[in-house]
């Protein structure tokens, strides 16, 4: 079963433009973590936020996360051809294990 | 620092069939979760193995069985293989730290893709 719900679930837009992503879930969470995909290879996580945090960065990347409306977001700054990929949020509830959404396509258009 | 093996990358199998997926974890990490992820999809939790039991189970048939070794490697048997089992197979390794659980993210491998004829 899937925690996490990514919106919108495709999005194109012009390189070096900002890119935002949205991901709600129905659970109460330990952390949430973001992760991308290339060409449906393995998946390459990219940052983790914990439930007591409101807000993380990492270099071009923004993860907000509300825990009173379950949503979190994440912002690429100053988008790149190499962006395109599949971005999947992913929940831990606290039993160890992550479960993930069915993701956001974003295609960086030169 | 090796990441996540993964073998074989490709696999052609018929139904009815059993295959078996293998993955060596990152160094230093002792926990191993199997997913499988089919076209468009999201990734879906099979099992998890930590101590060399399987701790944690999706929503996954008994068809799917899974071991893990001392030196923290695992293996992933499907057995009667369906049609529907084709899908990319990724294995995961992590640590966690005491009280604090998941220390970091998850780090896969590059994935087995299992096509069933």
């Known amino acids: 079963s899937q925690q996490g719900e990514e919106d919108p679930q495709a999005l194109s837009i012009q390189e070096g433009e900002n890119a935002t992503m949205n991901c709600s879930y129905k659970?109460?969470?330990?952390?949430l973590q973001w992760y991308r995909q290339n060409s449906g290879r393995g998946l390459v996580h990219l940052i983790l936020?914990?439930?007591?945090?409101r807000e993380k960065h990492s270099g071009r990347l923004r993860v907000t996360l509300d825990t009173s409306k379950k949503s979190s977001s994440l912002l690429i700054t100053a988008s790149r051809a190499a962006d395109t990929a599949s971005y999947f949020c992913a929940t831990d509830n606290g039993d160890d294990k992550i479960i993930f959404g069915k993701g956001t396509r974003l295609h960086i258009l030169p | 620092d090796a990441g996540v093996t993964q073998s074989p990358t490709h696999l052609i199998k018929t139904r009815g069939q059993q295959v078996t997926l293998r993955c060596s974890p990152k160094?230093?990490?002792?926990?191993v979760s199997w997913y499988q992820q089919a076209l468009g999809q999201g990734p879906q939790f099979i099992f998890q193995?930590?101590?060399?039991?399987?701790?944690q189970r999706g929503n996954f048939p008994d068809r799917f069985s899974g071991h893990q070794f001392p030196n923290y490697s695992s293996e992933l048997n499907v057995n009667a293989l369906l049609l529907g089992d084709s899908a990319l197979y990724l294995c995961a390794s992590s640590s966690y730290s005491l009280g604090q659980g998941l220390a970091y993210g998850y780090t896969f491998g590059s994935g087995t893709r299992l096509t069933v004829v």
């Open positions: 193995y930590y101590e060399e039991e399987e701790r």
């Open positions: 936020i914990r439930s007591n945090e």
């Open positions: 160094s230093g990490h002792d926990t």
């Open positions: 659970t109460s969470i330990n952390n």
